[in-house]
Structure formats: structure tokens, C-alpha cells
């Protein structure tokens, strides 16, 4: 996955994290809340049911006790009445005694099932804020990271952009010119080539070979694929490739020797009576490309014999695999994955 | 073969040749082998797989003898015995499709003394690049252009 992606999907997550947490943090205050509610609710009653209750009995023994005591004589009635009146008194005094007590209990109970709901509703929140906080560093490590990495990845992708390239005994210097047109979705490859008169070469032989060259090399490496977006998020899903041949007396990406007459042109040799098929095929090199026909020089050579350019400039053509340093370079230039396709 | 430096002896040049052969039989370009002999006979081969049409393959011939039109055989073979035959192959990467040379030179029916170096610094070379356009010239003639080294 591209890097933006990652940080962007752990910003998300981040905040989805964050979210959730809180709501879950209010749905717990909220029920524990109703809870501790309940609570105070069902112990009041309860307690004012016993109290209720209470009372009745300790009226019901004075009413009881009273009737009794009118069937005593008088001298006894009147201790009686006194007896009936002190056990009705410690009676409601039992029942106010247990009434507050548990008036009391119902307090304190519903008190620490508050505190309890207000203490763990905050270690929720703590929770919650620690939790977002490393979340967020994470996110801020994770942007730094790819802010990093991003910029690593464009110095590997310079405007002027040249590279060394080997293969088996040979080695040359890949360089051209890219650059992107974001509103058009354009790769604009600029080839700049600076050609040398050998002894026999006029000027009139170089304008004759550009106008050959250029359009070949042009209309082989031009258009071919779409550099496709494969991973990331970036503004074009695809990129054109255009490619530029110029010809130039200075500031070259690659000098070439013009020999006259014919005879075994390389990347930086060619001849008067070279085709344009060859020079598109030594261009090929300088976007980095490597031979595919077979060397006795070069044993461990990849050869091929799917059509391609650089195996047969005459029946090749560009096939996908040639666009790879175009597309590495997008995807070095823009941090999000290109492939030709 | 031995790479010390081969003698000639210019007072009985018929005895010796130099071979050049430039490019590789699997290479676009093919393979060519030119032969001078001192008495100033040449013989030149083509030898590759052509990858144009068919046409083209029955049309060019691929097999020339002749002899030196423009340049003397003593003088090219005391050119080729000057050669540093010592010399290390490669000295430096090869360009991208850049041909490599090979020089024999010695009596003949001898193995001689065999030279490999890049095309582009066998014709920069001070000694081997006027002895290589000669040859180029003389094998142009012989071939009516059809061939080239």
C-alpha cells in the first residue's frame, strides 16, 4: 500500500477510534447513570415500605395492647397504658432508627454508585484521550515517515534524470528529460541528442538523418501504454507518455557520433544510412533499456522473441517492459505506484 | 593463442596474414571476417542470421575474394605486427550493441597472436585505426558495399 494511503487510513482509523470510544464512554455514564437511578429509586421504596410497614405494626400493638389494657382494672390499666405507650414508643423509635438507617444506606449506596460512575466515565474519557493521543503520534510518525520517504523517493526522480546502467560487459548512462503535466495527464520525455560529425559526415547528412530519427524514435517510444496507477492516490489514474527527440549543440543527454556510409551502429555511433528503426532501437538504451537479442558476449542475457524492439529493431516494436524506467520514475516523482499496461 | 608480440618478416610477407573479424553471428549485424594474406589476397565472410525479409537474404552475397586495391599488403601486415597484442580485453564497458574486434595475426597455419578489443577504441587507436579504415576501404571495394566491418 502507498505510504500516503497508510497514513491516511490510519487517520481515519484514528478518528473512527476516537468516535466510537466516545460514544462508548456515554452509552456506560448513561446506563450506569439509570442504574444508580434505579437503584436510589427501589431502595426508597423499599425503604418507606418498611417504614410503612413498621409503623402499621407498632400502631397495630398500641391499638391491640390498648384494648387489652381497658379490660384490667384501673390501677393496672393505667400501667398498663403506660407499659403499652413506652413499647409503642421504642417501636416507632425503631422504626425511625431503621428508617434513617436505611435512608442513610440508600444515600451512601446511591453516593459511591455515582462517584463509582463519575470515576470510571472519567477513566473512560482518560482512556479515550490517551488512546486518540497515541493514535494521532502514531499518525504524525507515520505522515513525518512518508513526508520522508516521498522525498526520498523524488531524489530519485530529478527532472534531468540520468542513471548508470550495466548489463554483462556493457555499461552506459540511461539519461533523458521528464516531466509531468498533471492537467493533462502527461509524461512529456524530453530525449536531447547532440550529434558529432565524423571525417566524411556534412551538415547536410546530420538535417537529412534527423529528419528520420526524430520522427522514428518519436512514433516507436510515444503513446504506447498508459502508465496505469496500481497503488496511492494521486491526481492522474494514468499517464501519456509523450516522448521528444532534440536534436542540440549543447546541455545533451547523450552525444552521438555520425559516421558516414553504413555499419554497426551502437547507442552512441550511428551512420548516415542508419534507419530509423535503429536509431528508436539505440534510443531504447538511453531510456535505460537493455539489448534482448542473443550474445555470445553476454551469456546470461534475457533473450527474447516476443516482438521486440530491442531484440529486432526491424520487426520489434515497444512492448511493455520498455516503459519501466518511465514508470518507475512516476512513481518515484509522484509516491504513488505506476505501471505501464 | 599467444599474445606476446608476433614477428614479421617483411622480406617474405607471403607467409603471413592478419584476420579481423568484428560483430557477433547472433548480433543484428552479424559477423564479419576479412583475411589478408601478404601476397594481397583477401577473402571476406559474412556470417549472421539475417532479420530482414527473405528477399534481402537471396540478394546479398555473403562470401568475397578479391585483392588490395588502394593499400600495400606489407605495409597493412607491419601495421597489425606493431599492434599492442598484450592488451587486455575489455578495458572498459561496451557501449550498447558496440561490435568487438578481433585480430589474428602470425605466419600462416600458425595459431598467431589474437587480439579482442571494443570496435569504438580499435578505430581511436592510433595504430589500429588507420590499419582498420584501410581494411574498411579495401573490403567497401571488394564487396561493393555490400559488407562492412
Not at chain 1, 421504642?90 to 460512575?117: F, G, L
Not at chain 1, 527527440?245 to 551502437?266: A, K, L, Y
Request: glycine share 6%; hydrophobic share 35%.
Amino acid at each position: 500500500m502507498a505510504c500516503k494511503d497508510t497514513a491516511g487510513g490510519a487517520r481515519r482509523r484514528c478518528l473512527e477510534w476516537e468516535a466510537q470510544q466516545r460514544r462508548e464512554c456515554r452509552n456506560w455514564r448513561t446506563e450506569q447513570t439509570r442504574r444508580c437511578d434505579d437503584w436510589e429509586t427501589t431502595s426508597e421504596q423499599r425503604c418507606t415500605q418498611s417504614h410503612t410497614e413498621q409503623e402499621r405494626a407498632c400502631d397495630r400493638w398500641e391499638t391491640e395492647r390498648t384494648q387489652e389494657c381497658s379490660d384490667w382494672i384501673v390501677i393496672f390499666r393505667w400501667l398498663c397504658l403506660a407499659w403499652t405507650w413506652v413499647t409503642t414508643t421504642v417501636c416507632r423509635a425503631w422504626s425511625w432508627v431503621t428508617k434513617t438507617v436505611c435512608d442513610v444506606w440508600t444515600w451512601v449506596s446511591t453516593t459511591v454508585c455515582r462517584v463509582w460512575t463519575l470515576v470510571t466515565t472519567l477513566v473512560c474519557t482518560l482512556w479515550v484521550i490517551v488512546t486518540t493521543l497515541v493514535c494521532r503520534t502514531w499518525v504524525f510518525v507515520l505522515d513525518s515517515w512518508c513526508l520522508f520517504y516521498c522525498s526520498l523517493r523524488r531524489l530519485f526522480a530529478p527532472t534531468e534524470f540520468s542513471q548508470l546502467k550495466s548489463e554483462c560487459i556493457y555499461g552506459w548512462t540511461s539519461a533523458y528529460r521528464a516531466e509531468i503535466d498533471t492537467e493533462n495527464c502527461r509524461l512529456n520525455i524530453t530525449l536531447r541528442i547532440r550529434l558529432v560529425a565524423d571525417e566524411g559526415v556534412s551538415a547536410a547528412d546530420l538535417t537529412a538523418g534527423q529528419a528520420i530519427w526524430e520522427p522514428a524514435i518519436e512514433a516507436a517510444w510515444s503513446g504506447q501504454f498508459p502508465l496505469r496507477m496500481t497503488d496511492g492516490s494521486c491526481t492522474c489514474e494514468q499517464y501519456t507518455v509523450n516522448v521528444d527527440v532534440q536534436f542540440v549543440n549543447s546541455n545533451e543527454h547523450h552525444t552521438v557520433t555520425v559516421h558516414p556510409g553504413s555499419g554497426r551502429e551502437d547507442m552512441t555511433n550511428w551512420y548516415v544510412n542508419t534507419i530509423g528503426e535503429a536509431a528508436a532501437h539505440e534510443a531504447g538504451h538511453m531510456f535505460g533499456n537493455v539489448d534482448e537479442y542473443a550474445d555470445s558476449n553476454c551469456s546470461g542475457r534475457t533473450v527474447t522473441s516476443d516482438g521486440s524492439i530491442m531484440e529486432n529493431h526491424i520487426t520489434g516494436a515497444v512492448l511493455v517492459r520498455h516503459y519501466a524506467s518511465f514508470a518507475n520514475w512516476l512513481s518515484n516523482r509522484t509516491c504513488c505506484t505506476y505501471q505501464a499496461s | 593463442m599467444a599474445n606476446q608480440r608476433p614477428s614479421f618478416d617483411k622480406a617474405h610477407p607471403e607467409h603471413y596474414q592478419i584476420t579481423i573479424a568484428i560483430g557477433d553471428m547472433l548480433s543484428r549485424h552479424g559477423l564479419t571476417r576479412m583475411t589478408l594474406a601478404g601476397d594481397g589476397n583477401v577473402t571476406a565472410e559474412w556470417l549472421g542470421q539475417l532479420k530482414d525479409t527473405a528477399e534481402t537474404v537471396k540478394q546479398m552475397p555473403s562470401h568475397f575474394t578479391g585483392t588490395l586495391k588502394r593499400h600495400d599488403p606489407v605495409d597493412l601486415l607491419l601495421k597489425a605486427s606493431q599492434l599492442d597484442w598484450g592488451r587486455q580485453f575489455p578495458s572498459r564497458p561496451g557501449i550498447p550493441d558496440e561490435a568487438i574486434v578481433v585480430w589474428q595475426f602470425g605466419e600462416k597455419g600458425s595459431p598467431g597472436a589474437e587480439l579482442r578489443v571494443w570496435l569504438r577504441e580499435a578505430e581511436q587507436d592510433p595504430l589500429m585505426g588507420p590499419l582498420l579504415k584501410g581494411l574498411r576501404q579495401e573490403l567497401a571495394e571488394l564487396s561493393d558495399n555490400h559488407l562492412y566491418l
